[in-house]
């Protein structure tokens, strides 16, 4: 059962405000945190307990390999499990956990088609292309037919109550920007490869059917969550991007960051504007199933205030640390699996940044059912922290020995996604079968500036056959 909303009023009083005064709404009123986070974390252990529960009572009837759909993991099991999810897409919305579970998305509005890649005009895009459907003033729910590679010319600006809808489909966003939620609400990102993002702007682009305005350049974020609210980013890969892969700041609150795969970037993920930013205090993140894969640096995430909860992930060899922050955020890291990396000097999971010894020591930093491999530790902080958080969990957090399973289908699922079967979409909603086309993946060769030419095409098409190979041979 959901959450009660705690802001019945504001919620109510948003019912009668035009569209078009959402994004003033959202700077106004609409930040408001959760009254009481530590109930929001201990309702994503009641879901996953009872997902767990489902699955292992399968395992030991006689419906044991009748149906392995269910896996444990509370999110996929809501909409997965549907064998007509295609027809039912805009389930999705009701699946949500933690501070995010309130993103609606584009529930409820018509489906817009992305027909046409291309990114040729930010003030005046045209209809069917990606950009010309999230600035829209109405709730959309955005779906792909097709396989489709979209290089932005610059940053993309979402209006509120959007879902961009990838399953079924291969879809990166690359380029100039990438996504920029500003002053939003209610918007929901679901299997998406987005990568080699870069910097851009200076220049004019649209963020509404009646408005645009000078950007200044953006830094190349994957995905910037910026004064926002009732964010839900879920199934998607990132990686290589130019600053971070997702930044939250300047008051954003009410998100949730679940079931991705990230890997390949220094600077992963920042959550808070600086640590004077009052606002900040309100974030309150929940960072769920993800797997931290290779060749990722720091910052996994680096807090800054708030309350960030940190559930039930898997973190594989950092290179400096996973977990760091300053100006006294809250740490509430549950049931998750640390494996350092092979550093004697990097096996802290932990890192107070630019912070003296004595500042931090009442910090509120805590793990609980964590897992540490290959020498990893975490430094604990905060009087009396452990007292109240075994009053405030009736449902103690699953071990972190059910990662493997909760994270097995994280990332992208289906065409293009890391071993995830998932079907080709199709405008009917049954399933297909699609190959992965060259077109749409992509090595360090691209860039905001450069085209891969077709002996390139090939020397991916061959390296990607080579692994699915050697990948399907240690499966055996």
């Given at each position: 059962m959901m959450?009660?909303?705690?802001?019945?009023?504001?919620?109510?009083?948003s019912l009668f405000v035009p569209h078009m005064g959402f994004a003033m709404l959202n700077k106004t009123l609409l930040l408001i945190p959760h009254p009481d986070p530590e109930l929001v974390a201990h309702d994503v252990h009641r879901r996953v307990n009872a997902s767990l529960w489902r699955r292992q009572a399968m395992d030991t009837t006689d419906q044991a390999g009748?149906?392995?759909?269910?896996?444990?993991?509370?999110?996929?099991?809501?909409?997965?499990?549907?064998?007509?999810?295609?027809?039912?897409?805009?389930?999705?919305?009701?699946?949500?956990?933690?501070?995010?579970?309130?993103?609606?998305?584009?529930?409820?509005?018509?489906?817009?088609?992305?027909?046409?890649?291309?990114?040729?005009?930010?003030?005046?895009?045209?209809?069917?292309?990606l950009r010309y459907g999230v600035i829209q003033v109405e709730p959309l729910w955005i779906v792909f037919p097709s396989n489709m590679m979209i290089k932005l010319k610059h940053e993309l600006i979402f209006n509120s109550y959007k879902t961009l809808d990838g399953r079924g489909a291969n879809v990166h966003i690359v380029g100039g920007g990438c996504i920029t939620l500003q002053y939003v609400s209610n918007v929901i990102i679901h299997n998406i490869h987005i990568h080699h993002c870069h910097p851009s702007g200076n220049t004019n682009i649209r963020s509404s059917p009646t408005h645009y305005g000078l950007r200044t350049e953006s830094d190349g974020d994957g995905i910037s969550i910026f004064g926002s609210k009732d964010i839900w980013i879920d199934h998607c890969s990132l990686s290589r991007c130019k600053d971070g892969l997702i930044d939250a700041v300047m008051g954003s609150t009410?998100?949730?960051?679940?079931?991705?795969?990230?890997?390949?970037?220094?600077?992963?993920?920042?959550?808070?504007?600086?640590?004077?930013?009052?606002?900040?205090?309100?974030?309150?993140?929940?960072?769920?199933?993800?797997?931290?894969?290779?060749?990722?640096?720091?910052?996994?995430?680096?807090?800054?205030?708030?309350?960030?909860?940190?559930?039930?992930?898997?973190?594989?060899?950092?290179?400096?640390?996973?977990?760091?922050?300053?100006?006294?955020?809250?740490?509430?890291?549950?049931?998750?699996r640390y494996t350092a990396p092979t550093n004697p000097f990097a096996k802290e999971v932990t890192k107070r940044v630019e912070t003296p010894d004595g500042d931090w020591k009442g910090w509120n930093w805590r793990s609980e059912g964590d897992i540490l491999v290959n020498g990893a530790f975490f430094v604990a902080s905060g009087e009396g922290a452990e007292m109240r958080y075994e009053k405030a969990y009736s449902v103690d957090p699953k071990s972190a020995s059910f990662i493997d399973q909760i994270t097995f289908h994280c990332g992208v699922l289906g065409v293009g996604g890391r071993n995830n079967n998932l079907g080709m979409w199709t405008t009917t909603g049954s399933e297909g079968s699609g190959g992965l086309d060259s077109y749409n993946d992509y090595t360090d060769e691209m860039s905001g500036t450069g085209l891969t030419n077709r002996l390139s095409f090939s020397v991916i098409v061959i390296t990607f056959m080579f692994n699915l190979i050697s990948y399907l041979f240690m499966l055996l």
């Amino acid at each position: 059962m959901m959450l009660q909303r705690s802001c019945i009023v504001l919620f109510s009083l948003s019912l009668f405000v035009p569209h078009m005064g959402f994004a003033m709404l959202n700077k106004t009123l609409l930040l408001i945190p959760h009254p009481d986070p530590e109930l929001v974390a201990h309702d994503v252990h009641r879901r996953v307990n009872a997902s767990l529960w489902r699955r292992q009572a399968m395992d030991t009837t006689d419906q044991a390999g009748s149906d392995q759909c269910f896996t444990g993991n509370p999110i996929d099991d809501c909409w997965k499990c549907d064998p007509n999810w295609p027809n039912n897409r805009q389930r999705l919305a009701d699946c949500g956990i933690g501070f995010g579970q309130y993103a609606l998305g584009g529930k409820g509005g018509r489906f817009y088609f992305v027909t046409d890649s291309s990114d040729d005009d930010v003030v005046d895009p045209k209809p069917g292309t990606l950009r010309y459907g999230v600035i829209q003033v109405e709730p959309l729910w955005i779906v792909f037919p097709s396989n489709m590679m979209i290089k932005l010319k610059h940053e993309l600006i979402f209006n509120s109550y959007k879902t961009l809808d990838g399953r079924g489909a291969n879809v990166h966003i690359v380029g100039g920007g990438c996504i920029t939620l500003q002053y939003v609400s209610n918007v929901i990102i679901h299997n998406i490869h987005i990568h080699h993002c870069h910097p851009s702007g200076n220049t004019n682009i649209r963020s509404s059917p009646t408005h645009y305005g000078l950007r200044t350049e953006s830094d190349g974020d994957g995905i910037s969550i910026f004064g926002s609210k009732d964010i839900w980013i879920d199934h998607c890969s990132l990686s290589r991007c130019k600053d971070g892969l997702i930044d939250a700041v300047m008051g954003s609150t009410g998100i949730t960051i679940s079931n991705n795969f990230f890997s390949h970037h220094n600077e992963v993920m920042l959550l808070g504007h600086s640590d004077h930013y009052e606002p900040d205090s309100g974030m309150q993140v929940t960072i769920a199933f993800n797997h931290f894969g290779e060749k990722l640096v720091q910052r996994m995430p680096r807090c800054r205030r708030g309350y960030i909860h940190v559930v039930n992930n898997d973190f594989t060899q950092w290179e400096m640390y996973a977990i760091g922050g300053s100006g006294n955020p809250t740490i509430n890291s549950q049931g998750n699996r640390y494996t350092a990396p092979t550093n004697p000097f990097a096996k802290e999971v932990t890192k107070r940044v630019e912070t003296p010894d004595g500042d931090w020591k009442g910090w509120n930093w805590r793990s609980e059912g964590d897992i540490l491999v290959n020498g990893a530790f975490f430094v604990a902080s905060g009087e009396g922290a452990e007292m109240r958080y075994e009053k405030a969990y009736s449902v103690d957090p699953k071990s972190a020995s059910f990662i493997d399973q909760i994270t097995f289908h994280c990332g992208v699922l289906g065409v293009g996604g890391r071993n995830n079967n998932l079907g080709m979409w199709t405008t009917t909603g049954s399933e297909g079968s699609g190959g992965l086309d060259s077109y749409n993946d992509y090595t360090d060769e691209m860039s905001g500036t450069g085209l891969t030419n077709r002996l390139s095409f090939s020397v991916i098409v061959i390296t990607f056959m080579f692994n699915l190979i050697s990948y399907l041979f240690m499966l055996l």
